[in-house]
């Protein structure tokens, strides 16, 4: 009798929800959504007049509409808020026209930028947007206007994909790489293969030498790092500097490249220590989706957008 | 003398066994991960074939993206000058060669001596390369001759957008959930690795007779695709996979030497710095 293979899939990261418990909904005036569908996670955020009231991230399916739905479901999930209820509601993100609730769409550059402002404070002046299928380095203003930006997205080395492609190669869950990259002798040479597909067979050459796994993932987050840094070096770095995305996450990626440029990634602002004490999450991969809710939020209150509100 | 070449590559591997003006033995194999084992294996199993043993070769040429692995080689040549050497000795009319490996895409200007005059490479991308379209016959769930059958039989022409061999798979899925039918997704993918490639060609220019060779040019629906991206005819010699070891197999008879390392007194032949 053929034996069932149980096979783990090691970049299947946990998919998130949250309901801010301090937040009486219907108390407020104006309900706003941003929902950010990238081509390998979407958001959704829920503010109530500027306050982080909900979140939902999950992974995008094979359609931009559904998985907006499904991201919104899962934020609405624990409340008793309907679509109907909020008052505007914008797409963001690779999938951003195909966002069925949504008004209107914003790009996810400038969305990571004002969430960015709003998750790391007024200070931020470059945002390093790591993402699952592009990478981009974009330069702001105090308000978290876009001043400049640069992107990859032609090539999967520096993305959460590469990622994640990497984790089902060695075998070890997505979310753990960048602790057990530090848990090494001494800092391996980076992988030297650029591209994802040569860096596979690099690997596996790799684990075939005997080099132990942790040094490994030490080399390939290094690499990635690297890649990286190339990208914001041309662009330039102000401080004060912040990761946003998927791979914000991995600290084996962001101490590497803090090491590599010199910088260090700054504080957040919200979500400070009296946030964190009455147990607020604080996901990375938000910027984008609260950034849209942000600009539906200001685009009410200026009047240059009529709220949607059907109840 | 009896000569071996031998052509190390990212996934094969290649050896001949020539005697002056005739070719005594070929083989090939995949490289594996410990390539000097295989290589080393591959190398008896056609020496068996050919009833010699290695006393009686007098010359071993090495020469691929993994040439240092043969351990028993007399010296190495670079991969542009093997193919140079190799594509004279079978087409003297040549004067650009394209070679798509596995994990390598190169453009060879080469003088009508079978000398390189210029070339230019890409080995840092796995798009433009064999294991690209391996990688998609894997999403089309097709063999890589199958695929290329197919391509063949395409009847509209799709455009697809990602670069990337990773994100060309998820695109290669999406295609398939729409529907797309298979051969105008294989046509697609020859066409865009087509576009990649003749991108490095047009770097050293592109010369009449244009030469194909490398694993890549097996595939006939790449080489169609080859052909109307460069807008020229391209010749593909008979086991194009081998020229490679072909060229090092020459290059040990006129007993050429380019590695520094074991010289044995063999003229010394210089290639023209890379592009690329």
């Known amino acids: ?311 | 003398m009896i000569v071996a070449g031998i052509d190390v590559g990212g996934k094969n591997l290649h050896i001949i066994l020539k005697k002056e003006g005739q070719i005594l033995e070929k083989a090939s194999g995949p490289a594996g991960i410990k390539k000097a084992e295989a290589v080393e294996q591959l190398y008896d199993e056609i020496l068996k074939k050919a009833g010699i043993t290695r006393n009686d070769v007098g010359r071993v040429m090495a020469t691929g993206s993994s040439a240092k692995r043969v351990a028993f080689a007399d010296g190495s040549i670079p991969d542009a000058a093997a193919d140079a050497r190799g594509v004279n000795k079978l087409v003297p009319s040549a004067r650009t060669v394209i070679d798509v490996g596995a994990e390598e895409g190169r453009a060879i200007k080469v003088s009508p001596e079978g000398k390189v005059l210029d070339f230019a490479i890409n080995d840092k991308c796995a798009a433009g390369t064999g294991t690209f379209v391996e990688a998609m016959s894997r999403a089309l769930e097709v063999s890589v001759n199958e695929m290329s059958k197919i391509a063949l039989q395409s009847t509209q022409t799709l455009s697809t957008n990602a670069q990337c061999a990773v994100f060309g798979e998820s695109e290669v899925v999406s295609l398939i959930h729409q529907k797309t039918p298979k051969p105008d997704i294989a046509r697609a993918v020859m066409n865009a690795i087509a576009g990649r490639v003749a991108s490095v060609a047009r770097i050293v220019g592109l010369e009449m007779d244009v030469v194909m060779v490398g694993g890549m040019a097996k595939n006939a629906g790449f080489v169609d695709s080859l052909k109307k991206s460069i807008d020229m005819n391209i010749i593909v010699p008979e086991d194009p996979d081998f020229v490679g070891a072909l060229g090092a197999a020459e290059a040990a008879l006129a007993g050429v030497m380019i590695d520094e390392g074991k010289a044995r007194g063999l003229e010394k032949e210089t290639v023209s710095e890379g592009k690329g």
Request: some cysteine; charged content about 25%; proline content about 3%.
């Open chain 1, 1 to 311: 009798m053929a034996e069932e293979v149980k096979t783990q899939e090691f970049w299947r990261w946990p998919e998130t929800h949250w309901v801010n418990p301090d937040i009486d909904w219907e108390k407020g005036e104006l309900i706003t959504a941003g929902v950010d569908v990238g081509s390998v996670s979407t958001q959704a955020v829920i503010m109530v007049d500027g306050e982080f009231f909900a979140y939902g991230n999950t992974r995008t399916g094979s359609d931009s509409p559904n998985s907006a739905r499904k991201g919104m479901g899962f934020a609405l999930e624990k409340t008793d808020m309907k679509i109907e209820h909020m008052d505007y509601c914008i797409g963001t993100g690779y999938g951003r026209v195909n966002v069925p609730m949504a008004q209107q769409s914003i790009t996810e550059i400038s969305c990571h930028a004002r969430g960015a402002n709003f998750m790391y404070g007024p200070e931020v002046r470059t945002v390093m947007d790591m993402g699952g299928q592009d990478c981009k380095a974009i330069q702001v203003d105090d308000r978290g206007k876009v001043l400049n930006f640069m992107m990859n997205d032609k090539c999967a080395a520096g993305t959460g994909r590469g990622m994640e492609v990497f984790a089902d190669l060695i075998r070890v869950p997505v979310w753990e790489i960048g602790t057990r990259s530090f848990k090494i002798q001494k800092e391996p040479p980076m992988i030297s293969s650029t591209c994802v597909v040569f860096a596979k067979s690099e690997v596996v050459g790799l684990l075939e030498s005997g080099m132990p796994e942790n040094d490994i993932m030490a080399a390939y987050c290094s690499a990635m790092a690297h890649r990286i840094m190339e990208l914001l070096n041309r662009l330039g770095v102000k401080e004060k500097f912040v990761i946003t995305g998927g791979i914000a996450k991995n600290e084996g990626v962001v101490k590497r490249l803090e090491k590599e440029l010199g910088i260090k990634t700054g504080e957040r602002v919200w979500n400070k220590k009296e946030y964190m004490d009455r147990g607020y999450p604080f996901d990375t991969q938000l910027a984008g989706a609260m950034g849209a809710a942000l600009f539906g939020n200001a685009l009410l209150k200026m009047g240059k957008a009529k709220s949607a509100r059907k109840a």
